[in-house]
């Protein structure tokens, strides 16, 4: 069975930094790009972060540019998210999503969700 199961989330201080991972299982993990998506409380999706299958691509949302760094170990089936400067209006639960080829429409990763292209999510509180 195809699993992605993130962990990583807390509650911070602004200005804190987290990692979370994200490990995959079930599928070739080399063969996807990956991407984090999250969902703030009472909004809808964000597109955060993706990175290509081999790791040489990747790319930010402008919310998180020169905070955010996305990365994966293919060795390990884990992709990453360091973040760091971490404000409150990052609150949100983040997502780790598969997909077989490069998009930055959050719609198209939007349709597949429900199926095994998505993660169950952690939860990220920023507050003081």
């Known amino acids: 069975d195809v699993q992605l199961v993130e962990s990583g989330g807390g509650l911070v201080q602004p200005g804190g930094s987290l990692r979370l991972s994200c490990a995959a299982s079930?599928?070739?993990?080399?063969?996807?790009?990956m991407y984090w998506v999250r969902q703030a409380p009472g909004k809808g999706l964000e597109w955060v972060s993706l990175?290509?299958?081999?790791?040489?691509?990747?790319r930010y949302a402008d919310s998180v540019k020169g905070r955010f760094t996305i990365s994966r170990d293919n060795a390990k089936n884990t992709v990453y998210l360091q973040m760091n400067s971490l404000k409150p209006e990052d609150t949100a639960l983040y997502y780790c999503?598969?997909?077989?080829?490069?998009?930055?429409?959050?719609?198209?990763?939007?349709?597949?969700?429900?199926?095994?292209?998505w993660g169950k999510g952690t939860l990220v509180n920023i507050s003081s």
């Open positions: 999503v598969r997909y077989p080829r490069f998009t930055d429409d959050i719609a198209t990763m939007s349709a597949v969700r429900g199926m095994d292209y």
């Open positions: 079930g599928f070739t993990f080399s063969a996807y790009w």
């Open positions: 990175i290509s299958t081999g790791g040489s691509y990747s």
